[in-house]
């Protein structure tokens, strides 16, 4: 009878470890996997999650925030192993960038929007349809292309790569 209760609770305590581990490991993968599916950008091993958030109501709406916190010397790495030949150099132009946050802003939060560096000088932004996942060139952010937007930025400075994703 006591081997039999030994065994039961050491088989609870594998579960639950198993359990923990999914939880805790399966969502960075998750996180690292969705910027590999949506832009085709492998990141590094020791790549990091520094930030993530994403809030979706009933009907799909909503958005997702995921920032990745690498080296530099990953990111020189990732810059010359990645083919960024759909990417533009940093920074936004004027005539985007404002209007772009205010979009960001009435769809997320401002801490939200506050996050994503749209007014860095240094890196490599894109901005594509989400259903599509066409290049969005136009500076008219209340177009109907801007409802479904992933807008990812390179950040060199700091070493970042932002990945923001809403759907309206």
């Known amino acids: 009878m006591r081997n039999k209760k030994l065994i039961i609770f050491s088989l609870i305590s594998v ?36 930030f993530s958030d994403e809030s979706y109501g009933a009907l799909g709406d909503g958005y997702r925030l995921y920032i990745y916190q690498t080296n530099s010397e990953e990111m020189k790495e990732l810059i010359r192993r990645e083919k960024l030949n759909s990417w533009s150099k940093l920074p936004l132009p004027t005539e985007l960038s404002g209007p772009l946050m205010e979009k960001i802003k009435g769809i997320t939060s401002e801490k939200i929007a506050e996050l994503l560096p749209l007014k860095v000088t240094k890196g490599y932004y894109t901005i594509r349809n989400s259903r599509t996942n066409g290049l969005i060139m136009g500076s008219d952010v209340y177009d109907f292309s801007y409802n479904n937007v992933i807008i990812s930025v390179i950040n060199l400075e700091d070493n970042k790569i932002y990945f923001l994703s809403f759907d309206m």
């Open 15 to 50: 579960l639950i470890l198993v359990g923990l581990f999914y939880v805790f490991f399966s969502k960075k993968n998750k996180e690292v996997e969705w910027l590999y599916d949506k832009l085709g950008i492998q990141l590094p091993e020791e790549t990091s999650i520094w």
